[in-house]
């Protein structure tokens, strides 16, 4: 049963609206992560945070925002959608120290038109 | 910095025949081993981690890992795969120091034939 939660799981939209994917979870762990995942291809890191008011762009560049503000929520916000955006995208969070493993997600499945 | 690389990018078998998926890492530091599985339209899920001890590591799903060092490999196997198998396999490195990236390869598919 998954601890982190993602919605909206599917969504289709048009170009140029402000969209939001929201990513929440109950574990209290304090690092949180943003992927991007073409289907069946390999995870590009985007955004993570350490804590609260902590965010830091990831190893692939991204016209998206994240926003830290509780320790259990971490959204992702593009605020003009591009049919470029057309991705997976997948929240994962772990804890502190190194030997934890990450817990993930199962993902929102962005279509922008 | 570290980097994982994952050899096959896709791995066909047969039902009841073993698997080996492969998995060598480069680190100028030590690190914590990780697999995980990907079911469609899903996140990934751990299978099985190594962080010290004994290198033969076991997993859920009969699944298991040898971490040889002095090869930096970690490379994933099960002795009779199932249908239920067919997924995608992604193997990640975290360094031992709490504030570092983990890193992820590039995933293998593992498709399982009837």
């Known amino acids: 049963e998954a601890d982190i939660y993602q919605t909206p799981r599917y969504l289709v939209i048009g170009t140029g609206k402000k969209i939001t994917l929201e990513c929440s979870q109950t574990m209290g762990h304090d690092k949180m992560y943003w992927y991007q995942q073409d289907p069946g291809m390999e995870l590009h890191l985007i955004h993570y945070s350490y804590g609260v008011n902590s965010t830091e762009k990831g190893d692939l560049s991204s016209e998206s925002t994240v926003s830290r503000i509780r320790t259990e929520h971490f959204p992702l916000t593009l605020e003009s959608a591009r049919p470029s955006h057309t991705s997976q995208y997948l929240c994962?969070?772990?804890?502190?120290?190194?030997?934890?493993?990450?817990?993930f997600g199962d993902g929102t499945r962005l279509s922008i038109l | 910095a570290q980097s994982v690389t994952q050899l096959d990018s896709q791995v066909p078998v047969f039902e009841e025949a073993p698997v080996e998926l492969r998995c060598n890492y480069s680190s100028s530091v030590s690190v914590y081993l990780f697999w995980y599985v990907q079911y469609p339209n899903q996140g990934l899920q751990l299978l099985l981690k190594y962080l010290s001890g004994s290198t033969l590591v076991k997993g859920i799903n009969g699944f298991e890992a040898e971490f040889n060092k002095s090869q930096t490999s970690f490379h994933l196997r099960k002795p009779s795969v199932h249908i239920s198998d067919t997924a995608e396999y992604f193997c990640a490195v975290n360094p031992s120091g709490g504030y570092q990236k983990v890193t992820f390869g590039t995933g293998t598919k593992l498709q399982v034939i009837p």
């Open positions: 994962a969070s772990s804890g502190s120290v190194g030997d934890q493993p990450q817990h």
